[in-house]
């Protein structure tokens, strides 16, 4: 058993850099007084199925992808976090006494995690981070627990080494929206303050929902459900091959039946996704709506999803741009930025650790 760099602040400035199920999402971030800057950006492919529902198959792939991406970028940092996916991590609120020394601390986390974890100890990655008081007991204090199978962590260290880069962080993807949504916040009436917030981001395969409640995350759920069904019912319709369908799919060129008999029926589908992980929620928790649905991941670009979702759920509907306040440098085209800023979202919450 090690502890993992999960949560602890670093002073490294970072790349973030978010392997999905379709791409490697690289993003790297400055920061003058509270002003964020975009210095460096890019979306590279990924060979299809080098990685399978957030899990890599194909470590050489990925670590090759990265070096690419890397060089398209044009960036010349090599320290990076990452991420795993929330499936593969076990969290556990634990209450520990306030007065406790960061190495007593530390003792007492691993003693508790053996009653949560069901590995041994000697298989998992583990770390912790303080949350503060607890609220019914002021001389204990909420301690996150976080752990994951070592075998998740390693293989994401080692594509990142094939690619010519040193891991400083790994975060759990989850968090990492959680962190960007703090640049989605303002956008939102009052700030986001003592509002309940849906965040949806709807990959390739896979779609995370993040309840946000006052700021905070309350509520993780992930479902198997992506773009790579619209792909391959292209690819299906359409006779192509599936990165020829990818790349219709982004530069359109397809035929006139394609939005009525393709798309919409796939938007249908993820307005239904959504509304069934919403009944997750609420049947799970002590809620029963929620103020707001933010749609982030590359499938909130597609035209007119936020006001489909809208419509069918009657709640406020926004698609993600953690980027909307900030500043860019020359080499970044504020146009495609725009295009991709729902899908760096992860991205983005795991460069914004470099300011931890």
Request: overall charge negative.
């Amino acid at each position: 058993m090690s502890f993992a760099q999960l949560f602890r602040t670093k002073t490294h400035n970072m790349l973030g850099i978010d392997i999905s199920s379709s791409a490697i999402k690289l993003l790297e971030l400055s920061k003058s007084g509270k002003r964020y800057r975009v210095e460096s950006y890019t979306v590279e492919p990924l060979p299809v199925n080098s990685v399978v529902e957030k899990n890599i198959t194909d470590v050489e792939a990925v670590g090759e992808a990265l070096k690419k991406a890397v060089k398209r970028s044009g960036s010349r940092q090599r320290n990076v976090a990452l991420a795993v996916a929330g499936s593969a991590v076990i969290t556990k609120i634990v209450q520990m006494p306030a007065d406790l020394s960061e190495e007593e601390l530390e003792n007492q986390i691993i003693v508790e995690a053996d009653q949560y974890i069901p590995y041994s100890l000697e298989e998992v990655n583990l770390d912790f981070e303080v949350q503060g008081p607890n609220e019914a007991s002021p001389e204990h204090i909420d301690v996150l627990l976080a752990a994951s199978r070592s075998e998740n962590i390693d293989v994401r260290v080692a594509a990142a080494d094939l690619g010519g880069l040193t891991p400083r962080v790994v975060d759990v993807e989850a968090y990492a929206i959680d962190n960007a949504f703090s640049l989605i916040a303002p956008q939102l009436p009052n700030a986001a303050k003592n509002m309940i917030v849906a965040v949806f981001d709807v990959g390739a395969t896979m779609t995370t929902l993040n309840v946000i409640h006052d700021l905070k995350t309350i509520y993780i759920r992930e479902a198997v459900f992506g773009g790579k069904q619209l792909t391959e019912e292209i690819q299906r319709r359409y006779g192509l091959s599936y990165e020829e369908a990818g790349m219709a799919k982004k530069q359109g060129g397809l035929p006139d039946n394609y939005a009525h008999e393709v798309l919409d029926p796939f938007k249908e589908a993820m307005t239904q996704q959504i509304s069934r992980s919403l009944q997750f929620f609420f049947s799970a928790s002590q809620y029963s709506s929620v103020d707001h649905i933010v749609l982030a991941g590359g499938n909130a670009s597609i035209a007119d999803i936020d006001q489909l979702v809208e419509q069918r759920m009657g709640i406020p509907t926004s698609i993600a741009n953690p980027f909307a306040n900030m500043t860019l440098s020359s080499k970044i085209k504020a146009k495609v930025l725009a295009n991709d800023a729902s899908s760096l979202m992860i991205a983005c919450g795991l460069a914004l650790r470099s300011f931890d």
